[in-house]
């Protein structure tokens, strides 16, 4: 008895360390495989290819985490957040048709307006520039949504569609939010099932990367 409560401990222990080291994947380490994963997709989807320095807007950017990644590719990168525009009514203070790249994480679940949000991505963004941006998927992510006070507006993947088209953006795809995956495990039938059961962390070793690191989250892509 004594000797199974120990081994039920250390199995314990070793969990507690495996989290802990799971929740440790911040920073550069994330913030690579955003830039990765938002590459892959342009050129898959896009066939976009790096040629010369582009513009590239983080909108709500926080600490700018993405600057470092893009830069290294080759960008020039350039962030926004609340503290310089309130999103939901404010024009950003930014020229017309000037990225070819614009990037907004987790943000639009937070805006009401979203119409005066998107007639600015749309304005400042070059004619044949590409919007990449991500939220939770409300037909998995219900149960959690208001846990979160600042959410406003929840998106399914039909939604995300018409608003999109509703705002003259062309060749829109939705996808699940998966971070260097492959291809096909975006496009495939019922890709958005997969993504949610997806069985292993990030750092469980034996298991290989198609398995790991499930996503309830939605990532929109098109073209102006």
């Known amino acids: 008895m004594l000797k199974n409560y120990f081994y039920k401990r250390k199995k314990t222990v070793r969990y507690e ?3 802990k080291k799971e929740n ?12 990765n994963t938002i590459l892959v997709l342009l050129k898959k989807f896009f066939n976009f290819e790096i040629k010369n320095i582009l513009k590239v807007l983080d909108v709500g950017c926080k600490d700018k985490c993405l ?12 962030g926004i957040d609340v503290d310089v525009v309130y999103f939901n009514n404010d024009k950003f203070p930014l020229k017309s048709n000037t990225f070819v790249i614009l990037v907004y994480l987790a943000v639009i679940e937070h805006i009401k307006n ?3 949000f998107l007639n600015e991505i749309y304005r400042v ?11 939770p998927n409300w037909f998995y992510a219900y149960k959690n949504f208001s846990d ?3 959410y406003v507006k929840p998106f ?19 996808d699940p939010g998966l971070r260097n995956k492959y291809f096909s495990q975006y496009t495939m ?4 099932f997969f993504a949610k059961i997806l069985p292993f962390m990030a750092y469980f070793n034996l298991a290989p990367s198609f398995l790991k690191v499930k996503a309830t989250s939605l990532f929109a892509l098109a073209q102006k």
């Not at 440790?24 to 830039?35: K, Q």
């Not at 995300?160 to 939705?174: A, G, P, R, T």
């Not at 039938?189 to 958005?192: H, I, K, T, V």
Request: without cysteine; proline residues 3%.
């Open 17 to 19: 360390e495996y989290l």
């Open 24 to 35: 440790t994947r911040t920073g550069e380490e994330l913030a690579n495989n955003e830039i």
């Open 67 to 78: 600057r470092k990644p893009f830069e290294k590719k080759g960008f020039f990168y350039e």
């Open 114 to 116: 979203t119409k005066n």
């Open 125 to 135: 963004l070059k004619k044949w520039g590409f919007i990449f941006f991500s939220t």
């Open 148 to 150: 979160d006070h600042s």
């Open 156 to 174: 399914t993947k039909r939604s995300l569609y018409q608003m999109l088209s509703h705002f003259n953006f062309k060749d829109i795809h939705i």
């Open 189 to 192: 039938p019922f890709a958005e």
